[in-house]
């Protein structure tokens, strides 16, 4: 009776299921692999999900359509395609599916890179743009990077040992950098990067974490079995704790409070937390700005700002060591002549070549 019973139920929940795709049917869709009822197209994207799709590409061609879980997505593989969808229709797939990680961490997608296309959107981009990423911002925390970056060398002239992980080093720079200009604290080295560096990184993880609830509802208990849901929360609760203490700090350094642990800015450059809070104080935006959108604006100025810079220096001086022709005329630039004026072949210049050639694997 149990297995009959079961049957019924299946057979049910497929009709359902094809009932609910079926308000497809009439419309030109791209070509499309055949799916299997509930999961779709997903037992066909394996561990290398872009290897997957170019397979797939390959035979129902540039532009088609798959089915992950319940959630359709169109893929495009040829540049024509891209500029078609990302220029000409970019406003029609500007959105993006809910998910279950930012909703959680970045308090309900409240920032710009999760939130859905909209007047939120648009209001806290404007901010953003207007207030924090001016060229006038910009330049105003330039003594910080030349600081920073000084820093950086002075350690690698300093290192006594054999090899350096330029790596770990670049994106210490980045954290340290973004650290300074988003909150006002300099930390050399201290507890509170690596702390911030361990919380993006886990964040990193659980993005590339396959989570069944975001293709299948039906399959969201999975995530508190395997302990997903458990590290999503308690990586939000690190986040809210670490925002939270950055801003009272700023809050009670504006009353004239002091903290032992605070470390500000010695210059008295207003960082990017007091110009949140003074446009939420002053009301200068056309819409209210609550802390949670304060907190999830820092988390992408930080998401943003360290990750992305840090690749990029990466691949740049990978690149000059494969091209010591392009390496040698970078060191005779006029500007770099001008911080380092010492010698002809400057001492900069000179350490860079003895770090490619003797310490850093390439």
């Known amino acids: 009776m149990v297995p009959f019973v079961s049957f019924i139920l299946f057979i049910i929940f497929v009709f359902k299921w094809h009932l609910n795709t079926g308000s497809t049917a009439g419309k030109r869709l791209p070509p499309s692999p055949p799916k299997l009822p509930v999961i779709g197209n997903l037992h066909q994207v394996g561990l290398y999900p872009h290897r997957s799709l170019q397979a797939l590409s390959k035979r129902y061609g540039s532009l088609m359509l798959v089915h992950l879980g319940r959630v359709p997505a169109v893929i495009v593989s040829s540049a024509d395609g891209a500029r078609e969808i990302m220029k000409n229709r970019d406003l029609i797939f500007s959105n993006r599916p809910k998910s279950r990680l930012p909703d959680e961490v970045v308090y309900g997608s409240k920032d710009i890179a999760f939130s859905s296309y909209g007047e939120h959107w648009r209001q806290v981009r404007s901010i953003c743009v207007l207030q924090l990423l001016s060229n006038k911002r910009v330049q105003s925390f ?172 990466e691949w740049a001086l990978t690149e000059l060591l494969r091209h010591p022709n392009i390496m040698k005329k970078l060191e005779n630039e006029p500007f770099l002549k001008e911080q380092n004026p010492k010698s002809e072949n400057n001492e900069y210049g000179t350490q860079v070549k003895n770090i490619s050639t003797n310490r850093i694997p390439c």
């Open 142 to 313: 330039r003594y910080i990077r030349e600081e920073e970056t000084s820093l950086t060398i002075e350690k690698i002239r300093n290192s006594s040992s054999s090899l350096i992980n330029l790596s770990d080093m670049l994106v210490s720079l980045a954290n340290c950098i973004v650290c300074r200009v988003a909150l006002g604290w300099k930390y050399s080295g201290g507890d509170t990067i690596k702390k911030l560096e361990s919380m993006y990184k886990e964040f990193g993880e659980l993005s590339g974490t396959f989570n069944p609830g975001d293709y299948i509802p039906g399959l969201s208990w999975i995530n508190r079995v395997n302990g997903f849901d458990a590290r999503v929360a308690k990586l939000a609760k690190l986040f809210d704790e670490f925002w939270e203490r950055a801003i009272e700090e700023h809050r009670n350094r504006k009353k004239g409070e002091t903290n032992p642990n605070d470390v500000s800015n010695e210059v008295g450059e207003p960082d990017l937390v007091d110009i949140l809070l003074e446009i939420q104080r002053e009301n200068k935006s056309s819409f209210d700005i609550e802390t949670d959108i304060i907190k999830a604006v820092i988390f992408d100025m930080f998401g943003a700002g360290t990750d992305t810079t840090s690749t990029a220096l």
